[in-house]
T-cell receptor
Framework: EPEVTQTPSHQVTQMGQEVILRCVPI?????FYWYRQILGQKVEFLVS????????KSEIFDDQFSVERPDGSNFTLKIRSTKLEDSAMYFC?????????????FGDGTRLSIL | AQSVAQPEDQVNVAEGNPLTVKCTYS??????LFWYVQYPNRGLQFLLK??????LVKGSYGFEAEFNKSQTSFHLKKPSALVSDSALYFC??????????????FGKGTKLSVKP
């Protein structure tokens, strides 16, 4: 069964540095998402992306964050000038339907640790 | 504000007994409802969904869930629990926004522990 893959599995970064989290969505999916899960808390929506532009974003997704689909397979989340509170598990998801009828398929996540 | 509630942080069940993991929601319109499971150090794995139709939906690994519109609930159930069902379970709701792109609102998760 096709999977969403995320790299790296664990990223350790100094506070203030930039980090790029990478995701390869399922190949025939057109809708892409980033979520985060701070340790012990609920999974929170960050951003959705379709047709090379952001469809929707949460209040968490401020100017510090950006997303990009640099080629036909990758979907990246960039966090500029990282802060301690950015430490979390970041999940990428994809779906083949933007109306929510089909489930979103999640990757195993990238654990981001800011020191 | 739109929200999903999972009132139990943890549910403990003996193997072979039935299990229920509760979920209630407060969102606008006719939402789409999902259950996901998360095993340690893994991502969220889709279990089942309710979109429309029969209120009882069946999913992976013998799980099922019952949609109750009047109680705005979508409880996850399984007739006979297995030790391997032990994991973190998330209820998620996609509010009805018409033509929007369908982000999910998650509950805080319920840890299911099945003892032999």
């Amino acid at each position: 069964e096709p999977e969403v893959t995320q790299t790296p599995s664990h990223q350790v970064t100094q506070m203030g540095q930039e980090v790029i989290l990478r995701c390869v969505p399922i190949s025939n999916h057109l809708y892409f998402y980033w979520y985060r899960q701070i340790l012990g808390q609920k999974v929170e929506f960050l951003v959705s992306f379709y047709n090379n532009e952001i469809s929707e974003k949460s209040e968490i997704f401020d100017d510090q964050f950006s997303v990009e689909r640099p080629d036909g397979s990758n979907f990246t989340l960039k966090i500029r000038s990282t802060k301690l509170e950015d430490s979390a598990m970041y999940f990428c998801a994809s779906s083949d339907n933007g109306q929510g009828v089909q489930p979103q398929h999640f990757g195993d996540g990238t654990r981001l640790s800011i020191l | 504000a739109q929200s999903v509630a999972q009132p139990e942080d943890q549910v403990n069940v003996a193997e072979g007994n039935p299990l229920t993991v509760k979920c209630t929601y407060s969102v606008s319109g006719n939402p789409y409802l999902f259950w996901y499971v998360q095993y340690p150090n893994r991502g969220l794995q889709f279990l089942l969904k309710y979109i429309t139709g029969d209120n009882l939906v069946k999913g992976s690994y013998g799980f099922e869930a019952e949609f109750n519109k009047s109680q705005t609930s979508f409880h996850l159930k399984k007739p006979s629990a297995l030790v391997s069902d032990s994991a973190l379970y998330f209820c998620a709701v996609r509010p009805y926004y018409g033509g929007s792109q369908g982000n999910l609102i998650f509950g805080k998760g319920t840890k299911l522990s099945v003892k032999p």
